[in-house]
């Protein structure tokens, strides 16, 4: 089977970092994905500046960035206003996200599950007539930070709003990392069953208990084959607690060229990316490949 | 299915890191995994002191270790001198070495992989005869620093080998953490066709390219229960460039516990633990669990 990795560090990898990089300095990292075979890069969010002042770029590197055949680039958008300024920067897809919780879904975009719903309908709709490909994410698919557990009748609940927005894809994501491989097998199985065979699935895997890796090799055994990764595993969550990055796309470059699964990155080339983001941000981050290299050398 | 996860962290977790123990520390530190649940623990190793002098206090710890019903110890030895003095040192385990490739046995132990076979079946037979549990660990199981790729073909020898050895238990080691779950599959099954049901088989993983949870769950599903750990994901190998740390006892206690599967070991107190060994080692270990912290919280 093969992998289709979306590369999520100008947006989730960038979001929650002190350091804010140049809009030249995410064009060079965008660069640096498509060097490394990303097909699908989501390169900022279309949210309020004062809240997320790491992407208050998101109009002018849109602008900014050169365009490849091939390449799709996505917007992460909550409301109307960050629909119209994606649609404006022409960008390929329009990632919509819904929180499966009240109070997280309050932090993270001022409203209620089944509001942040309605709304995810309108964008979709929108979006889909402006010829945009849509994917709905459901943050905190797998537990919230505030409220715990999120059950599986919650999810589900959630999932057919979220089908019936239309959506031309649908993301589960593990926002604060805490799923297991028998979590994403179980709430990959319901997806399928709610939003049938039509309606590809997506996983977005954060690594902050170590899990993440596994929870990708479940994920591929039930059959989702795209997969968000973010380089150097850089990221987090502003409005989420002791939230870590997405887990690192060149962890799963590795992981899925041993397995005989083709991905498309190229592993040095990830590597080399996640070096230079290091040290642009100026921290070490959360790769495994860039600290141990790739076996055999 | 239960998990049994031994515990490394007084011997593989110490053995690389520039600060050494006191012998009263590592007292304190076997103490803390028995309180957190860990009914194996390799303590220490029988080697050379001047080749390993952050063990050289082995003798020392297995006189002032406290004893528990129902804890055993193991300690590693790679000759007689070592399996004379483990003996001498009542350990409960004898853990004998075995590397699959030349270059690295020679390095790790100063002989080819034929003569440590030779050498590891009259340490089983004469600690067995001691009434010790006898374990045979095979080194880079699954890829070599020095020669690369390891053959299904090297290994099945060196299996075959070790197995007429007559040892209690065969553990396969990912040394340098190369593995992927298509080869811990694998490789278990070649293990379980050469060595029949009667052997039980364990899994040495470190997380150098953070695949060892998923590894340990690729375990699990191939039938094999028992793994090896280390608080906080300390450790490495003196004699394998890069090599990073076992697993850390409380990721894998983490992983378990959300999936099902008891282990027997307290994530609050094997959490605690790996922050102590931090501060005892002034630095911060691997553990994704320290960092994080338990979900539901």
């Known amino acids: ?95 919509v996200v819904v929180v499966a919780t009240d109070t997280f879904c309050g932090r993270n975009q001022g409203m209620t599950t089944e509001q942040a719903c309605e709304t995810a309908a309108r964008l979709v709709a929108a979006a889909r007539q402006a010829g945009k490909f849509t994917t709905v994410t459901i943050g905190a698919s797998f537990g919230c930070p505030f409220e715990g557990e999120v059950s599986l009748d919650r999810l ?77 595993g850089a990221g987090g969550c502003p409005f989420a607690p002791a939230a870590t990055g997405n887990v690192a796309t060149e962890d799963l470059a590795y992981l899925f060229a041993r397995m005989g699964h083709a991905t498309g990155i190229d592993l040095a080339e990830t590597i080399s990316a996640a070096v230079w983001l290091e040290e642009r941000l100026g921290k070490k981050l959360p790769s495994a490949l860039a600290r141990a290299g790739a076996f055999p050398a």
Not at 64 to 83: C, W
Not at 176 to 197: F, K, Y
Not at 204 to 219: I, M, S
């Open 156 to 232: 589900g609940e959630v999932l057919r709003r979220v089908h019936a927005t239309g959506a031309d894809e649908i993301a589960l994501a593990d926002t604060i990392g805490v799923a297991v491989p028998t979590d994403v097998t179980e709430r990959l199985t319901l997806a399928r069953d709610i939003v049938g065979g039509d309606t590809p699935l997506r996983l977005h895997l954060h690594d902050t208990r170590n899990t993440a890796v596994a929870n990708a090799v479940a994920a591929v055994h039930s059959g989702v084959a795209v997969l968000d990764a973010s380089i150097g």
């Open 1 to 95: 089977m093969n992998i289709e990795i979306v590369e999520m560090s100008p947006r989730d990898g960038l979001q929650n970092e002190k350091a804010v990089l140049s809009t030249e300095d995410k064009v060079e990292l965008v660069g640096r994905a498509v060097r490394a075979g990303a097909k699908r890069i989501e390169v900022t969010s279309f949210v309020n500046p004062a809240r997320v002042p790491q992407l208050a770029d998101a109009d002018a590197l849109m602008a900014a960035l050169p365009r490849h055949d091939g390449v799709r680039y996505a917007g992460l958008v909550i409301n109307e206003r960050g629909l119209d300024r994606a649609l404006e920067g022409k960008v390929d897809e329009v990632d």
